[in-house]
């Protein structure tokens, strides 16, 4: 996780290419001939000792005779001389280098102990020098004239940045463009990846002001947490879209339960890409088609779409596609109709979609849409046309154009059908800045573009609802029974071993026994009574009911013993080697018209774990109703979870059927999730099924598959690194009250609000710098929402008199990628100023901080602030300088002693 020396890398000053050629088709001669063809301003050097000139340009014999050191190297040399060459280069002081040179996996370094490959990051490491590639096409920065690279083709100027592991797809993407006039911020292959990846450059990226999106071509992600911690502060300021490679892996054949079965790696994929706020599309078409929407239109407030057309079958072929997939048509109110019969003919379709048949000039579109623009009910508008003989279609563009001008907040998309008549019309929208399409389908995709970037957005911005219930788990009793299953070289739990640690996490499970042999099965069957399921016990049994090792409805005793000495025989006939370790009675639960869910969690060798949610029972994998999510969950990313399914609709309520405890389904959840983080042994689960009504839920089947792990946390495999709890502690102030030193959580929103609201307009001025009356969601979202491994902010809560929670103040740091600065903030409820509780929130920020690595803290305080000036100097911070007159930033070198 580093951006270091890439301003060195993407806005060079001067640029050496090592290995320049004159050799015709060479690479060295198309990377010499494109970089001095792109109108780079600063001084370009070519190394070559075969040439006193290459391409006109006075050549030098080695990188120790450049006139001086270059920002940027263009390396292109054989593998066995690349390490020489990038040690050289680092002795000079060059910070970055692009390497071009592939094969290096293939041959072994010099003393033969090592790849070619670790031998170059170790050289490269040495020298702090920073490398793109190997293996990569090289880089693209249009605006500057850079194009460091062997390319076909150079990229036109533009405002998005494109990104890809795959040098095969930047040379396709970069020929289907230039017709097109797609320009490009940053056109960047990464090739290996070896020591720039994905999360470096969205970091980049990210806050680049001449970059409005973000393009990736995905294979493979390495580094999970890397990538999505930039990918999701990415996202907050800017269009992120993917594409993802290799969509059928077959990874999951191998796995021992259901949920491994079925959590796919790119279904994984698809999780983090929306956890991330990202927008996954799945060609390079849609691509730029989704990249020109998010870009131009503004942010719809809903996902409810209105069609204006003047060909019912094209309307009707849209509605299709919105249907088919997963949209919305906005139902227009009485009102909007009423509207509309006052300036449409007889005739029209009184109706969404809007047909306004097919002889509409001009006038009649711009009639109708002044109404759709202004309806309430209605957040998008597709406009689309198909050419007749009695209306222009160019005059209709500019109608549309005119009156979208007027009402600049509205979303409108158009779609003329046709190709030689409609392309003057077409033109004139790209002119205009409005996206248009050419068939139905990709304007309805366009779209939906839209509505799964404000959906994924919005997953990063809401706030979720506090818990129904606090839980705190039994992790002694959950890790007792792992400890033990692996003391015994067991890697899956029995059922009731499974089931204990559902119950340490505040899961309902049904009443469960062992029973050793059938003659036990029928002594417990005879102490609980019927009706009783009973169940074979073996570790050599996956999926006991495919086995027989089933048996429910069980009334007596003697039916029970039965039951048992039936499943021994067909075990015994079946799998003979199999080891029968006895039985489990269980009480049935009847429940009439509950449903079976599944609830589970698998490990991707990527991600790490996922949370699995579906409809459950025998059928699960035939039935294929799951979604997954990446954990941690709170209560808002549980209810999106399960949304993602078929049997949400159902859980919902339906006829007779009354809805199903929600809020137990999303604990449920977030209860797993949290098994996760406490237990890293824990590689599967399968909940099922997991029965869920309006009384809430009941596990009635368990299987966990463990490991041992040298981990002490399972924070440390996940790809969002969870709430730190950890870090909580007891404070208590001068005058007697203790409150909860804690990490801050997105459901601190509201209390936050509180807090500002509370202070004095003079503390307002000091925190904020300005007057502020209120913070907006958007903002306030950013602050309770943060990434726990990038930022931190330690809040102080206790319980009003009310017996409500209060949050009393918030001591913030935000840490640059690099780990080599945080910016700290702090505020404190007004009435508390005194207590000692600033005090001892700013000494645990700077602990923290400091126990993390990070080198210098620092702050801005208003230069007439002097109680803060003097608060921060009494704990080491020193004045370093005054920015603007009116502004003091201080300094702390954490890794120094401290007062404290």
């Known amino acids: 996780m580093s951006v270091r020396n890439l301003k060195k890398l993407f806005r060079p000053q001067s640029v050496a290419i090592i290995g320049a050629s004159n050799a015709p088709g060479t690479v060295g001669a198309i990377a010499m001939r494109n970089l001095l063809q792109g109108g780079f301003k600063g001084p370009i050097m070519p190394v070559n000792p075969k040439y006193q000139a290459i391409q006109g340009v006075l050549a030098y014999k080695d990188v120790n005779d450049l006139p001086l050191v270059p920002d940027l190297a263009v390396v292109c040399v054989p593998p066995a001389e690349l390490s020489g060459v990038i040690d050289r280069l680092g002795a000079r002081g060059c910070p970055a280098a692009v390497v071009v040179t592939t094969g290096l996996d293939l041959l072994p370094s010099a003393d033969g102990q090592t790849s070619l490959t670790q031998d170059l990051m170790a050289t490269a490491q040495r020298h702090d020098l920073r490398l793109l590639g190997p293996s990569s096409l090289g880089v693209m920065v249009p605006g500057i004239g850079l194009n460091a690279s062997f390319a076909p083709h150079a990229a036109l100027p533009g405002r998005i940045a494109f990104v890809s592991q795959s040098g095969a797809m930047c040379a396709a993407v970069l020929d289907w ?253 790209h002119a205009a800045g409005i996206p248009t399409f050419d068939t139905p389908r990709q304007a309805v995709q366009a779209f939906m573009h839209t509505v799964e970037y404000r959906r994924n957005q919005e997953l990063l911005m809401e706030t979720p609802l506090s818990l129904p219930t606090e839980f705190t788990p039994n992790t002694v009793i959950a890790r007792m029974v792992v400890e033990t299953a692996l003391s015994q070289g067991r890697t899956v739990l029995s059922e009731p071993e499974a089931k204990a640690i559902l119950n340490a996490y505040g899961i309902p499970t049904v009443e469960t026994h062992i029973a050793r042999t059938p003659e036990d099965c029928r002594a417990i069957a005879e102490e609980m009574g019927g009706p009783l399921a009973l169940k074979i016990l073996s570790p050599d049994l996956t999926h006991k009911s495919d086995r027989g090792g089933v048996q429910l409805n069980i009334e007596t005793p003697e039916e029970c013993f039965q039951a048992a000495e039936q499943m021994t025989r067909r075990l015994r006939a079946a799998l003979p080697d199999a080891r029968l370790e006895g039985f489990t009675v269980q009480r049935m639960e009847r429940r009439p018209g509950a449903h079976e869910l599944i609830v589970g969690v698998a490990t991707d060798p990527i991600f790490g ?263 921060v100097e009494s704990l080491g911070f020193r004045r370093v300088k005054t920015i603007d007159h009116d502004v003091v930033e201080v300094a702390l070198d954490l890794q120094g002693s401290l007062p404290f």
Request: net charge negative.
């Open 609 to 871: 774990p996922v949370i699995l949610f579906g409809q459950g029972g025998t059928a699960v994998e035939v039935i294929g109703d799951r979604a997954v999510a990446l954990p941690p969950l709170n209560m808002a990313l549980g209810a999106e979870l399960i949304s993602r399914t078929r049997v949400y609709k159902l859980l919902q309520g339906y006829r007779a059927h009354a809805p199903a405890d929600m809020e137990a389904i999303c604990l449920t959840l977030i209860q797993v999730a949290q098994m996760i983080v406490d237990i890293p042994e824990i590689i599967e689960l399968d909940i099922n099924p997991l029965f869920a009504d309006e009384n809430g839920v009941v596990a009635l089947d368990a299987r966990m598959a463990i490991r041992k792990t040298s981990l002490i946390s399972g924070a440390d495999r996940m790809a969002i690194r969870p709430y730190p709890r950890e870090l909580e502690e007891d404070f208590t102030m001068k005058g007697g009250r203790t409150c909860l030193l804690r990490p801050i959580r997105p459901e601190d929103e509201p209390n936050h609000h509180i807090l500002v609201s509370r202070l004095t307009p003079e503390d307002i001025r000091f925190r904020f710098f300005g007057l502020v009356q209120e913070l907006p969601h958007s903002q306030m979202a950013r602050l309770t929402q943060i990434d726990y491994d990038r930022e931190m902010a330690f809040i102080a809560t206790d319980t009003d008199a009310n017996g409500q929670q209060e949050t009393l103040g918030v001591v913030r740091a935000v840490t640059d990628p690099d780990n080599e600065e945080t910016e700290f903030s702090i505020v404190v409820r007004s009435d508390l100023k005194g207590s000692g509780l600033a005090r001892q929130m700013m000494k645990k920020m700077i602990r923290y901080c400091r126990d993390r690595g990070t080198h210098t803290m620092v702050g801005q305080v208003l230069k007439d602030n002097g109680r803060m000036l003097h608060f």
């Open 177 to 429: 463009a230039a017709p097109k006039g797609i320009g490009f911020s940053h056109f960047i292959s990464l090739g290996a990846g070896l020591d720039t990846n994905f999360g470096d450059i969205l970091d980049y990226l990210g806050s680049d002001p001449d970059t409005r999106a973000i393009l990736l071509y995905v294979e493979s992600i390495d580094e999970r947490r890397n990538f999505m911690s930039a990918a999701r502060a990415a996202a907050r300021n800017k269009p992120v879209l993917a594409i993802k490679a290799g969509r059928n892996a077959d990874g999951a054949r191998a796995a021992r339960s259901h949920t491994g079965q079925m959590a796919g790696s790119d279904l994984v994929y698809d999780a983090a890409m929306r956890r991330a706020g990202m927008l996954r599309v799945y060609d390079i078409e849609e691509l730029f088609a989704a990249v020109e929407t998010l870009s131009v239109v503004s942010r719809p407030k809903g996902e409810r779409l209105a069609i204006l057309t003047n060909g019912g079958g094209i309307g009707v072929m849209a509605v299709d596609d919105l249907y088919d997939l997963g949209g919305s048509l906005a139902e227009l109110s009485e009102e909007t109709l009423g509207k509309l019969d006052t300036v449409l003919p007889a005739g029209w379709s009184y109706s969404n979609p809007v047909d306004i048949i097919g002889d509409a000039p001009g006038t009649r579109y711009a009639d109708a849409l002044s109404v759709l623009v202004q309806a309430r009910e209605i957040d998008s508008i597709l406009v689309m046309h198909t050419p007749v003989s009695v209306a222009s279609s160019t005059e209709i563009a500019e109608k549309v154009i005119a009156l979208a001008r007027q009402h600049k907040r509205s979303n409108i998309t158009t779609c003329w059908v046709g190709d030689q008549l409609v392309s003057s019309a077409r033109k004139a929208f």
